[in-house]
């Protein structure tokens, strides 16, 4: 279907890259007043371009390669979606996924869910590599020792990830909070950055800048004139990566010590 103005009732656009590649969607009218929703990518000059197999894009990267939120993804030589996959299927036949960025290297990242026998298992934090559409999922800090539920948020042109992830050690407790993924799988839990007696519970790293050296998110915060404490935002550097080293380190021995 192509997009005429004079028929097109509103678009609107969501992703825009260096480049000026703009991706989105239009809801255009056609002859019989029926309004049909379509995934649109326009280039600099404000050309559209019809998009088929998924709805609304939300990111392009430098290359043109686009993905909406539901994973479709159509690379920036093409106008067909390839359909990112999650993990397995729920009583209705569908897979459930949310992507929630893109990086210049064409890696996508979000959320998978698991299924097994239609009845679902955990929400987990993915990775999607460029040219694959199976996610690769990303550990938690804590191993897979215990459930766990996590997502990923946002991604670097470094390919530092930024998310959250709990890991479940009871009915009634749960440890972990805002969480990245460095560019081996590595997960750090961002609270063991921060002194334990600050007031601070990091509960989910949201944003993460294009160098991967700082992060924003969302906590609770307690402090003396408020002890019920009250929902914050913060935003924190990413440590050199050899003090990243050495927590995933400590990480390690504390999990390994557990498994004794």
Not at 158 to 169: K, L, N, Q, R
Not at 192 to 197: C, E, G, S
């Amino acid at each position: 279907m192509s997009i005429d103005p004079n028929v097109t009732y509103m678009a609107c656009a969501y992703g825009i890259n260096p480049s000026g590649v703009a991706v989105g969607y239009a809801d255009v009218v056609d002859a019989n007043s029926t309004h049909h929703a379509v995934a649109v990518r326009w280039d600099a000059a404000g050309t559209p371009t019809t998009l088929t197999g998924g709805f609304s894009p939300q990111w392009v990267n430098a290359t043109g390669t686009a993905v909406s939120y539901s994973g479709a993804l159509w690379d920036g030589s093409s106008t067909a979606a390839t359909q990112l996959h999650s993990l397995g299927l729920d009583q209705s036949g569908r897979e459930e996924l949310y992507v929630r960025g893109l990086n210049n290297a064409g890696v996508a990242v979000g959320e998978a869910y698991k299924y097994v026998g239609g009845q679902l298992v955990s929400g987990y934090a993915a990775r999607w590599d460029a040219g694959s559409t199976t996610p690769a999922v990303l550990s938690a800090p804590l191993g897979d020792e215990y459930p766990s539920f996590s997502e990923a948020m946002s991604i670097s042109q470094t390919g530092v990830i930024a998310g959250y992830c709990y890991s479940i050690m009871s009915d009634t407790a749960k440890v972990g909070g805002a969480t990245i993924w460095q560019p081996d799988g590595t997960a750090i839990d961002f609270n063991k950055l921060i002194d334990p007696n600050s007031g601070w519970r990091l509960d989910n790293a949201v944003f993460i800048s294009p160098n991967g050296q700082w992060v924003a998110g969302s906590g609770w915060y307690v402090d003396p004139s408020n002890p019920v404490g009250y929902n914050r935002l913060w935003l924190m550097q990413v440590p050199e990566p050899a003090t990243l080293a050495l927590l995933a380190l400590t990480a390690s021995a504390l999990l390994a010590r557990r498994r004794r």
